[in-house]
């Protein structure tokens, strides 16, 4: 006769292991997207400022050398200058090349910056979610959608909708940023070994801070 034996740990799961892998299929599913629209954000900037230095080049050139201006083309190179600006910005948060003010936190201890932290990342999330609200809202208002530019007579949407593809890109590359972080987070707080893997009772003393992989002194 053989006998087995289970671990009744193994066998079932604790519910943070569950939320560390819920939040890295999270993760992966986000960087599908995220890889995507910087794919699609690279071909448009790229076209963008082809299509600016071409307006502004044949311009100048047709009117320094055969003495006319080419008919809308500084009204084109401005439109493709919102296009280049917006998928550059969502092209720089991506690589993490944006400026980041830091005096404000660095001028207290821990707990300040990490309550400095806090508050921005909040503020942050609630600007974007606004920000890309109030650009769908902008996008697909009368304006955009009825008026025409005076020089190139095309949809305001055009230009417009620079703005909202931006902020979306801008957007999904954070979230994709704190979902990865949430999954870190999360597997270290749970990891074997971890405070938060074992039990309060017994344990006297505060968590380490940063859900640290070493355990609580008895």
């Not at 230095?53 to 047709?62: D, E, P, R, S």
């Not at 704190?178 to 999360?186: I, K, N, S, T, V």
Request: contains cysteine; positive net charge; charged residues 10%.
């Amino acid at each position: 006769m053989t006998t087995i034996a289970h671990d009744p740990s193994a066998a079932a799961p604790h519910a943070g292991g569950l939320v560390a892998r819920a939040l890295a299929r999270l993760a992966r599913w986000l960087e599908i997207y995220s890889d995507a629209a910087v794919r699609i954000a690279r071909v448009l900037c790229a076209t963008a400022v082809v299509i600016a230095i071409m307006a502004l080049a044949g311009n100048v050139f047709t009117r320094n050398v055969l003495g006319y201006s080419l008919f809308g083309a500084e009204e084109a190179a401005r439109f493709a200058f919102l296009w280049a600006i917006w998928m550059g910005v969502s092209l720089a948060v991506k690589r993490g090349a944006v400026t980041v003010i830091t005096f404000v936190a660095d001028a207290g201890g821990p707990l300040w910056r990490r309550a400095v932290r806090t508050f921005s990342g909040g503020s942050l999330a609630a600007l974007l979610v606004y920000a890309c609200w109030r650009s769908t809202e902008y996008a697909t208002g009368p304006l955009a959608n009825v008026g025409q530019t005076p020089a190139l007579e095309i949809a305001w949407f055009y230009p417009i909708v620079s703005m909202t593809v931006g902020y979306y890109f801008i957007t999904l590359h954070y979230a994709h940023a704190l979902a990865e972080g949430a999954a870190r987070l999360a597997a270290g707080c749970w990891a074997p070994g971890s405070w938060a893997a074992r039990p309060w009772r017994g344990w006297s003393g505060s968590p380490p801070g940063g859900c640290s992989s070493s355990a609580p002194r008895r």
